[in-house]
């Protein structure tokens, strides 16, 4: 069974950095795409980074410049490093990865269970 697993929440305070992290584990035969969404309260889930096996990079303009999505293949770990952090920042953050399971399988979509970043002093 596949799952993504995150670390790296926390509590950091405006102009801070911080970086996440999230593992895939498991039976499987590649990751696609790798990717960061988050949902602060009382709003929608939304596209932060996304990074392809190929290396192109995605940001959403409101990270643009402070964010950076990096993954390392060989342990099937994304991370997002979060610089000069401000407290609209703050949102539980969610890993997603597009996995084929099989050789001849689909491309299926996995999310971890979310960690809380929280910016603020």
């Known amino acids: 069974q596949v799952r993504l697993v995150e670390s790296g929440g926390g509590l950091v305070q405006p102009g801070g950095s911080h970086r996440l992290s999230c593992e895939a584990s498991?039976?499987?035969?590649?990751?696609?795409?790798m990717a960061w969404f988050r949902q602060a309260p009382g709003k929608q889930r939304e596209l932060v980074a996304r990074t392809t096996n190929g290396d192109s990079t995605y940001y959403a303009a409101s990270v643009k410049g402070r964010f950076t999505i990096s993954r390392d293949n060989a342990k099937n770990t994304v991370y997002l490093q979060m610089e000069s952090l401000k407290p609209e920042d703050t949102a539980v953050y969610y890993c997603?990865?597009?996995?084929?399971?099989?050789?001849?399988?689909?491309?299926?979509?996995?999310w971890g269970q979310g960690t809380q970043v929280t910016v603020s002093s």
């Open positions: 997603f990865a597009g996995i084929q399971t099989t050789m001849y399988g689909y491309n299926r979509d996995y």
């Open positions: 498991g039976n499987f035969f590649s990751i696609n795409a």
